[in-house]
């Protein structure tokens, strides 16, 4: 597996709703990320799992809550961002789902603009693929990597991470 398919995957997982069960699977998770090479996106996504450690669950499971479902700003769904009305938006899904389609890859029980399900499918295609889905979805996540610093969040690491890969980065400097 290529460090950036990795990479995506604890992403992914990492802006997932943080249940009972997500917390089960989090050691395993943080497990993954000695797999990582490159140093700083390892440090990086070693520094949140241990924020996940030092936390309450219940006060990091109202932060998700609150920054990601109650909020315009920071939602999990990329198609509500910056559009008119629901025919925009139905548009803009139908654009998502195509990515899906396209590479032979169902989400039965997510929106296909849904951050985690964008990230596992980038995690399972080739570069060229991955780039135009990042290509696409850029904008927005750079969007909400901004909200999540002007808040002070410390879900605006995970999109640093998120947006290196994007950008080609993991293959740099290991």
Known sequence: MRDSQLILLITSFLLRYPDAEWYKELPTWKADVDKVQHRQLK?????????????????????????????????????????????????????????YLENDYDIPTEMPDYIPALLELCAVLDDAKSEEIFNYCRPKLEYIRERLIEAKITYAFLFDIILAVANGLEEGAK
């Open 43 to 99: 440090q990086a996504l070693l520094e949140f799992f241990d924020y996940i450690e030092a936390v309450d669950v219940k006060t990091f499971e109202d932060q998700y809550v609150r920054t990601f479902d109650f909020s315009q700003n920071t939602t999990m769904y990329l198609s509500t961002y910056e559009l008119q009305g629901t025919g925009e938006q139905a548009e803009e899904l139908v654009k998502y789902k195509a990515f």
